[in-house]
């Protein structure tokens, strides 16, 4: 149903004239409800007939207004402060009390005991504590063009798309006109069991979707924008950045909780706490929720950002959640609503936006139905074939389990007339170009990456690359790809393509082969590998702060079979063929004595990889040869064995390697967020130094993942290894707790690096290079410094600068003791 009212306006002390923050706001007859925000403002909206408004605030005088028109915006409210004594009402062994004074502890707040309460009956979700359970599940996600304006609806961009602006409706949140674009539907069948080992499989039963389903940008970002949370937490995890819950142990730390009343809510007695933080900017919410009687569960509660929070195009968040209370430890989850209030250029609460919603509804659950575990395999489901996508408008009108509103249910038909329009299309393909780095200019064949096409070193000079791939859908099972480059310098054509096939989604069974030949840094990376279309930073940087001559010569030929067994868990087994020669010898020598004795210059190398990566937790979008990866707090774990053969094809060494690596982000309580990336490894035999694990360094100005800003190439080669990086992003901590600092919107970053190798005296006897073959095995290897990220304007604030310091090694040939690096960063 539509709103019959609308009202917003602002709140302020009568005498002092400053903003009443946290005020409730309400409507008595329909009981809608909410408060002011930080700077005394507010919105609300009723489908009732209202004609009151109620404004109560602590330490304030309540005042009711008669309201003479259905919409009634910007009104202007002063509330007189209190002057009478304390008042004092108990409900049910719990104190209500108005106060003129604050509490001078949390034990003197009537709603601590009921937190107390709370936090000793430790709440979990009883699905986990079932032996079996089954659901039905329904998700809905819509993405809309939110601050529309007249001036908006005559832009001449909306030529021959006017009709898209009868669509137009206001948000019953924030007040905001909004325009919706997007809308996807799905209904789930969840089956899970807990004894003797947690299991769970979902099957897509029915999915409809509307708007930019093909443009592969506003899609994955809509879907990558929620988290899982659980409101028992201390913290809740929104954008990666830890919210303080309202619920939290520490919550009197940073909230201020107003036991305001008493209800009863189908049949049951519920005390109603509001809470708001004490603190403008920090990572906190506004809201309140029912707390249940007799066994101290939340049974409903409303969460909204504070103005002003250091996330980075997000102006507010809501959430609300509904519960079923089992018994004083157990819930179900009924309903949960998500908006994400969101802003591309600036955060001002009248810039142009969009809004992003989920809603998901949860029910007809069973208990008693069991099932043997090779059930809860996913694979014997496949949605694309059991029909998800093909239902009609009448198993929709029966299987949501809600109503689409008048706008979200014409949001489809308007769409499709939308995607009609030529004008709308050539908008869509500017954004996927933009986004994707790739342009399609023929049926099938995209052009890109083009964000590679231009770079330059000491051998190339400046260097063009272009490149192609086939792209017929998002879920493509195969892809061909290539790429051609010329270096201006040394006047030679370089190349690579790859060709891969997948023939299962399920187990992602694949296989695959590819060539190339091109100058590349070697020794800028330990255990990942660049693969045959990428290419390393250190060998395109457009600024170095060196001589970039240590470069090689390369012809490498992969080919690869793969296969998930297990879900995020991937085997891979890789046959490499490669021939290194130095790009320009008379710079740089890579040479070594071979099998005969006799000095070499050019290495053959025939090697056989197996690797075993597990993503445990990591989420993925897509089924198709490549996919889309959500930002999660995922742990990558890396194990590889790889075996080398003299003799065959030519190759000249036989040697054994294994290499380890872990890498994950941690999110520390309020203190941010740390990435740590762990890497080791062992060459058993003595190798030439083409084949030696290169402590990786960074000899140019950008700032490049895993590497050692202060670390020249090749200066610490090695055949045993062990390195160690932390990145400690206190996402404004610090910063935000200075004036000026926190309105610019600063972070800062502090970093540690470490690095233990060994060279064997084997290797060092086979090889004749002139570069010095040290290992840092007498001591390691550590730099250090700090960071200032988010730097930009408005929403965007990609830059980050490092100030990087060298501790030890100081004497080595032109060690550099201090430099400074600019990166970039996608975080909120």
């Known amino acids: ?58 330490n304030f005088e309540f005042q009711e207004i008669q309201l003479k028109d259905k919409v009634n915006f910007n009104l202007s409210i002063s509330l007189v402060q209190l002057v009478t004594e304390d008042k004092t009402v108990e409900l049910d062994g719990a104190t209500i009390t108005s106060r003129t004074t604050k509490f001078r502890n949390k034990k003197e707040n009537p709603a601590y005991p009921i937190m107390r309460e709370i936090w000793a009956r430790k709440k979990f979700n009883g699905l986990k504590s079932v032996p079996q359970y089954e659901y039905e599940e329904y998700e809905k996600l819509q993405f809309d063009l939110n601050n529309i304006d007249s001036a908006m609806t005559q832009n001449r961009l909306f030529k021959d798309m006017e009709f898209i602006f009868e669509s137009i409706d206001t948000s019953e949140i924030t007040g905001k006109a909004f325009l919706p674009a997007f809308l996807n539907e799905s209904v789930y069948k969840v089956y899970g069991k807990n004894n003797p080992s947690r299991r769970e499989r979902k099957d897509l039963i029915a999915n409809k979707s509307s708007g930019f389903d093909d443009n592969e940008i506003v899609g994955q970002t809509l879907k990558n924008l929620y988290k899982e949370f659980n409101i028992y937490e201390n ?100 309903r949960e609503y998500i908006l994400l209030d969101m802003a591309l250029l600036t955060k001002k609460d009248k810039a142009k936006g969009m809004f992003a919603h989920r809603t998901v509804s949860f029910k007809n659950f069973i208990f008693d139905n069991p099932h043997p575990d090779a059930f809860y395999n996913p694979r014997n489901y496949d949605p694309y074939t059991s029909g998800a996508f093909e239902k009609d408008d009448a198993y929709w009108a029966e299987t949501r389990h809600e109503r689409l509103s008048k706008n979200e249910g014409g ?172 790009a320009d010898p008379e710079v740089f020598n890579i040479s070594y004595i071979n099998e005969k004795g006799l000095e070499e210059a050019h290495l053959i190398d025939t090697n056989l990889s197996l690797s075993i990566i597990a993503r445990p937790g990591a989420k993925f979008s897509r089924y198709g040869i490549d996919r889309y990866e959500h930002s999660t707090l995922a742990p990558t774990i890396m194990l590889r064995y790889t075996r080398g053969f003299s003799g065959l094809f030519n190759s000249q060494f036989d040697y054994n390697k294994i290499q380890f690596l872990f890498a994950k982000p941690f999110l520390v309580g309020s203190f941010g967020r740390s990435d740590v990336v762990l890497e080791a490894g062992k060459t058993f035999e003595g190798m030439p130094l083409s084949l030696l694990s290169v402590i990786p360094g960074n000899e140019s100005y950008g700032q490049v993942p895993g590497t050692f800003s202060q670390v020249d190439y090749y200066e610490f080669v090695t055949d045993s290894y062990a390195t160690f990086i932390l990145d400690h992003h206190f996402n404004g901590w610090i910063f935000n707790k200075i ?75 032109d060690a550099r003791k201090f430099g400074v690096t600019i990166g970039m960063s996608t975080s909120f």
Not at 448 to 454: A, E, P, Q, V
Not at 551 to 560: A, D, G, M, R, W
Not at 802 to 813: A, E, I, T
């Open 235 to 334: 913290r809740l995890n929104f954008f990666n950045k830890n919210f303080v819950s309202p619920i939290a142990r520490d919550g009197f730390s940073v909230y201020e909780y107003e036991l305001t009343d008493t209800l009863s809510i189908e049949g049951k007695d519920y005390y109603r706490i509001k809470y708001y933080p004490k603190r403008d900017g920090e990572y906190t919410f506004k809201g309140d929720f029912y707390v249940s009687m007799k066994e101290y569960a939340i049974k409903e509660i409303a969460m909204q950002s504070t103005k002003n929070i250091d996330v980075n195009f997000v102006r507010d968040i809501f959430v609300a959640q509904n519960f079923e209370i089992v018994n004083d430890s157990v819930f179900y989850p009924i």
């Open 1 to 58: 149903m539509m709103a019959q009212v609308k009202v917003s306006g602002k709140v302020t002390d009568a005498k002092t004239k400053k903003p009443v923050a946290f005020a409730d706001v309400s409507f008595p007859i329909s009981g809608n409800y909410t408060s002011t925000n930080s700077d005394g403002s507010f919105y609300l909206e009723s489908a009732e007939n209202d004609t009151i408004l109620e404004i109560n605030a602590n």
């Open 739 to 813: 004036p000026l600092l926190k309105k610019l919107k600063l972070r800062e970053v502090g970093f540690v690096r470490a690095a233990w190798g060994e060279i064997s005296q084997e290797s060092l006897d086979i090889n004749r290079s002139e570069i010095n073959y040290l290992a840092p095995s007498d001591q390691i290897y550590f730099e250090y410094g700090f960071g200032v990220e988010n730097i930009g304007f408005g929403n965007f604030r990609p830059f980050r600068i490092n100030f990087n310091w060298r501790g030890n090694y100081l004497d080595n040939p």
């Open 411 to 582: 949001i489809y038909e308007m769409l499709d007339s939308l995607q009609q329009v030529p004008r709308f299309n050539r908008i869509v393909k500017a954004v996927e170009i933009f986004g994707s780095g790739y342009w399609n200019v023929w049926n099938a064949i995209d052009i890109g990456d083009l964000y590679s096409t231009i770079g330059n070193n000491d051998i190339e000079g400046l260097r063009l690359r272009a490149g192609a791939r086939t792209y017929f859908s998002q879920n493509d099972m195969w892809r061909l790809a290539g790429y051609m480059a010329y270096g201006f310098k040394d006047h030679q054509f370089k190349y690579g393509a790859e060709a891969r096939f997948m023939f299962d989604k399920f187990n992602r069974f694949q296989i695959g082969g590819g060539t190339k030949r091109d100058v590349e840094q070697l020794g800028v990376q330990l255990t990942t590998s660049d693969g045959i279309m990428t290419r390393s930073f250190a060998s395109s940087s457009i600024i170095g702060m060196g001589d970039n001559n240590k470069l090689s010569h390369i012809n490498k030929t992969n080919l690869y079979t793969s296969i998930d067994p297990w879900k995020n868990v991937t085997i891979r087994l890789d046959g490499n063929y490669q021939t290194t020669r130095a």
